[in-house]
């Protein structure tokens, strides 16, 4: 098996750090990091939507923003845009919050590989943040697969890694029920065995995560929440 | 201190449930809906830091009246949609006799009803008196003077509490007038400016503090104020 450039495991994540509310103007906001990449989310609403074509009779309209580190943004930030929106649809309970819209906006601050996971997570603590109602607790890692010459599955891939991988995947997994919500797939065509690893991959470091979320906020909730 | 997250499941013990929980409809079990802390005293609730309000029937709150018809003020109150107040609900309102506000007026208002639905509507009239509006003594109303602000709803419910450490420490060595709505909007006023700002400061920083750490703070301020 190849090793990692950075020393890792082909199954250790990066270390993750979450830090939440780091915007105080916005309903709920959330920065997430794996290693080098980092995004910001902020996270508006329920409120009343800007525009009025936008409002849903029975349930709350979700609009995802994503801007890039430099530049404006493109048709890559479009297609992660409605990914994204694709997957929090899946989380939210839209229907507590009919005629109201949502707004996620991303904002990528360092890329290093697995950026759309890093972005899942973000928006995922910006929303609980905001205390936007959701059905499961769903975090999200990346895989990067290396088919020649033997299958070789790399969690949480670097940049340099994912170019040099055939495919590349990212996973949403509800932990605790250790069931997917989302995938994302490019490059290379995977056979079944490989795909399996994947997703047993991608749920065991989902229900770590969940454990680092669990802790982090407990540490948080317990200087504002005390007892009485 | 227990934690809970989106998903996990909470046991109702035979009561209802509150914010934060929410019934599967397949095998009618609650679960949580977000992150925070599981509090079960007349419902079961997930207490959390968020910001924004959801209107509940009953709820007392401060709304900024943000537009008027002839018949209805557009009452903002934190909520995803503005509120309506009925230019005649008020303890003794007639057509000809009816306070009028401004716009940018504070309103102390009692919701209705709210439903996800409609629009929330709220009312002025205090069943618990027959004071009319007019003299100034009933607790629902026109917010005079003064300023507001915004805390987390959270903080809201902690000055709402009837031993509320900081309320009562800062009652000690000064006047002032509260009124704290639940949709986390507070209106507080002092005989001067500078007392105000001062006691402003005090209650938004005092949340997450400790009793001791209070005392400690209010006591610096009164060192500065005199």
Sequence with gaps: ?228 | MSLCLPGDEIPLNGLQPGIGVALDSDSGRAFATTAGVLRSDDEVRVENLRKRYVPRKGDCVVGIVMGRTADFYKVEIRAPSPAFLPTLSWNGATKRNRPVLEIGTLVYARIEAAHPDLDTELTCIDPDTKKSWSTGEVLLGELKGGLSFEVALSAAQRLLDVDCFILDRLGKDFAYELCVGQNGRVWLSAPTARETVLLLQAIKRSFGMTNVQIEAMVGKMVEVFS
């Excluded at chain 1, 993750?16 to 902020?42: H, K, N």
């Excluded at chain 1, 508006?44 to 609009?63: T, Y």
């Excluded at chain 1, 707004?103 to 601050?109: A, E, F, M, R, T």
């Excluded at chain 1, 790399?154 to 991988?165: G, M, R, V």
Aim: charged share 25%.
């Design chain 1, 1 to 228: 098996m190849a090793a990692r450039r950075d020393g890792r495991a082909a199954n250790q994540l990066r270390p993750p750090q979450m830090e939440l509310r780091p915007l105080l103007r916005a309903d709920g906001s959330a920065r997430f990091r794996f290693g080098d990449t980092a995004v910001v989310c902020a996270v508006f609403g329920p409120r009343e939507p800007r525009f009025r074509h936008r409002e849903l009779f029975d349930r709350a309209s979700l609009e995802v923003v994503v801007r890039p580190r430099i530049g404006i943004p493109g048709p890559k930030e479009r297609q992660m845009e409605a990914l994204l929106a694709r997957q929090l649809e899946h989380v939210i309970l839209a229907n507590q919050y009919p005629r109201t819209q949502i707004s996620v906006i991303v904002q990528l601050s360092c890329c290093d590989g697995a950026v759309s996971a890093c972005a899942g997570n973000a928006a995922f603590l910006a929303l609980l943040d905001a205390g936007v109602a959701m059905k499961a607790t769903a975090m999200c890692v990346a895989l990067a697969v290396k088919l020649e010459p033997e299958p070789v599955i790399w969690l949480d891939p670097t940049e340099a890694e994912e170019a040099q991988c055939d495919a590349l995947i990212s996973l949403s997994v509800d932990g605790s029920r250790n069931q997917l919500v989302s995938n994302v797939s490019s490059g290379a065509f995977l056979d079944a065995a490989t795909w399996a690893s994947c997703i047993e991959a991608a749920g065991k470091s989902c229900k770590v995560l969940e454990a680092f979320m669990r802790m982090s906020l407990q540490k948080r909730l317990e200087t504002f929440l005390k007892p009485g």
